[in-house]
């Protein structure tokens, strides 16, 4: 523990692994931590849907970078995450889900993404696994999904390969900064020194920011998914609706996951641990009324995952407010699919290049209390 | 959503003699009860009932009328029972959700005992999953419920008390048995011998199952295991090897057998889905066959209320899970204020002493069916460990040399668990692969458990509805 490294990256889900990996690749000495394994909570056990329908409006140009770079992944990361690009389509069943549907779509238009809002009849051509009940359907070509539980495996090859040093199992029990550096203290007692700290814990960021003396508040989402047994094909494209409390899609080898947000009991410490059946049955529901030939699949595995949200739903990404050297990245709702270009953009300021996009600096969000 | 759950006193899972002695125990002490299980009546897997629809032409076995007189007890406790459901969700507080003929229920209870037996553990070998080939576990049920031999002639090959018990039930019902292979070694059976003289019943039980063998002729290869199985035309052709005292095979020792079937079984591990998914303590006990929820001797677990008995607790037996469910349903009344100290400390007595000594002869056959390291050390690299996904020895072995540090992540980057079975067939062999490199059992861990915990067809979850039924939650933001 002894060395000194150029940046301690603590938290090594896919924000921190691909800053990580960037800042790596920009030549400096990485040091990347984390209390459990690699990419095993959200950023391994979401639903790894690439899509535009359910990204913030603000982070939509985000999302469009690290869609390009989950499905070129052979490319930069060496291994992926079988990243299958599709048409993805955001429905409506009743009057007041068009209203959403088309005012959401309208918003993230204007934000870049090409969303068209197209008839039942369209609607079913693209999808014929739909139910026809639809009103309207919102269709984005930049669209797809991954296999989430690959994340850790792909990442862990481009890391080894640019020296970054790994650390899993390794928990932090806080972090001082000094002249010049960091100390970072394990339970034990133990240290790492770093000149520099990137923060990238999600839903554990308003505990780690407290450490610099930074008040944040992060809100801890438990995301309930569903996974059936293989299946014969059923559906083609990723499904969502108006509301964002769906998301379906049928993997290459015929499983389908079953997505939304509907929420299970957990918390930080213990993570996801309690199915609300109500919960479940209604996110089904939805599931099977969108495609009604998911009535015969059967379900072999319900999990939770954890999801982190701030004040404003959007990251943090940028300097701790206050403190040199110090960065923090992460907290993205839905942000699998633009976590990967976040680490990027991250790396690029702190190695003083040529940003491709603008942060969204935390200090925005210091002090301010999570709504409702 | 659904409708209010049914509340009852005591809930039990599972209808073999640890859930049946449970709810009746629960019952004479006044308590509502409700007991489940996914098939269509009680007994369990070693009293398994033959179908209401058979006629039959047979004297009634001793075993037959072990649980003929543990389906009666349970029918006249007043119990309420629901046979052909499949639980497939349990919540903390507890809920348990369960699906039948008639669609889906849910009941309420404050004490959840659950009795949810074993799954049977088979060490992969080259063409285990060829069609032909079946557990132990299946050649039981083949027998004892459906009166039919597995195949004309059977291999029966493994380990423990179940070998015997199936080649002599064969033999029994006309059918050729080919080989008895047994891994251990006729010295450890030997060994057990003063632990099993707590129960000289079950011992005679035994002596008889092998003189029934000796009498027709079947050869009994002990120290000796399955090295391969391949097709050849319509039969199966087995090498077997003679292993040594750890089960490692020997080489040079191989000889070829032929059969229509090979029944193969080495042990059982404690079902622990329930316990795994409602987060109890669990802990490593390879000789009572694999992780399983700790408890004290009524059951308890470190989760109040819950309570693990029978064999999914640590393999005793048959007869020692009857005492346990005894025990559990003292302890859940007593627990929940429904039982004075002073009746549960009297009325514990019995049943301990019985357990006690029920349990020294249990424990002695599951160690004979504990896991052995040296098997799983031979299993061949491109053998298939994880059936449901075509998992590999070496696909295992490769995700851990890679990084992959225990089961959860191995089954992230190679699938190895992740299909219909959810590693319930797997785990075992696949945590001890993993095991092997990574420093022990408590290393390696265990795969999380998730709900359902069965495999649940969507439709009878949702049932019928319309879209205005689906109470959707405020809208993610913008």
Known sequence: ?372 | MTANPSAFDVVVIGGGPAGIMAAVAARRHGASVALLDENPAAGGQVYRATPATFTRHEAVTAEELAGNRLRGLLERSGAATMFGYKVWSVSPGFRVDAIGADGPIALSTPALIVATGTSERVVPFPGWTTPGVIGLAAATLMLKSQRMLPGRSTIVAGSGPLLVAVAAGIVKGGGRVVAVIDVAGRKEWLARVPAMLARPDLVARGARWLAALRAARVPLLSRHALSAVREQGDALEATVARVDAEGAPIRGTERTLTADCVAVGNGLTPGSDVSRVLRARHRYARAKGGWLAVTDPWGRTSVPHLYVIGDGSGIAGAAAAEHHGELAALAALNDSGRLPAATFDRESGTPRRHWDKAARFGGAMAGLMALRPAQVAAIPEETIVCRCEDVTRAEIEAAVDRGAREVNQVKAWTRCGMGPCQGRTCGDVVAELVARRVGGREAAGYFTGRLPLRPVSLEAVTGDYVYADIPVPKAAPL
């Open chain 1, 1 to 372: 523990m002894s060395e000194r490294y150029d940046v301690a990256v603590i938290g090594a889900g896919i924000m921190g692994a691909s800053a990580a990996l960037f800042l790596a690749r920009g030549g400096m000495k990485v040091l990347l931590l984390d209390r459990g394994p690699l990419c095993r909570e959200a950023s391994g056990v979401n639903a790894g849907t690439l899509t535009l329908h359910m990204t913030r409006a603000a982070l939509i140009p985000y999302a469009q970078a690290g869609w390009r770079m989950w499905t070129s992944a052979a490319q930069w990361l060496g291994s992926g995450v079988d990243a299958v690009a599709t048409a993805g389509l955001s429905l409506a069943f009743t009057d007041a889900e068009v209203e959403m549907l088309e005012a959401r779509a309208a918003v993230r238009r204007r934000h870049g993404a090409d969303i068209r809002i197209v008839d039942p009849r369209r609607a079913v051509e693209l999808e014929p696994g739909l139910n026809p009940q639809l009103l309207k359907a919102a269709w984005c070509e930049t669209d797809g999904y991954a296999s989430a539980y690959l994340t850790g495996r792909a990442f862990r090859g481009a890391l080894v390969q640019a020296a970054v040093t790994i650390a899993e199992g390794q928990r932090v029990a806080g972090v001082e900064s000094g002249d010049g550096g960091f100390t970072i203290r394990a339970p034990s007692g133990g240290t790492w020194s770093a000149s520099r700290v990137v923060l990238a814990g999600g839903v554990w960021l308003g505990e780690m920011l407290a450490w610099l003396g930074v008040s944040i508040a992060v809100k801890c989402l438990i995301n309930q998914l569903i996974v059936t047994e293989r299946m014969r094909p059923v559906m083609r494209t990723v499904l969502s609706v108006a509301s964002g409390l769906l998301s379906l899609k049928q993997f290459g080898n015929g499983t389908v996951l079953i997505g939304g947000g509907w929420q299970g009991l957990g918390d930080t410490e213990r993570g996801g641990v309690e199915t609300v059946p109500d919960n479940l049955i209604g996110n089904l529901r939805l599931a099977r009324w969108t495609v009604p030939a998911l009535s015969e699949a059967r379900i072999t595995r319900i999990w939770l995952g954890l999801e982190a949200e701030t004040a404003d739903a959007l990251p943090l990404l940028g300097p701790v407010p206050g403190v040199r050297d110090a960065w923090v990245i992460g907290s993205a709702h839905s942000g699998y699919t633009s976590g990967p270009y976040l680490g990027q953009l991250l790396a690029e300021h702190m190695l003083g290049r040529e940003p491709s996009l603008p942060l969204f600096d935390p200090a925005r969000l210091v002090g301010v209390p999570l709504p409702h």
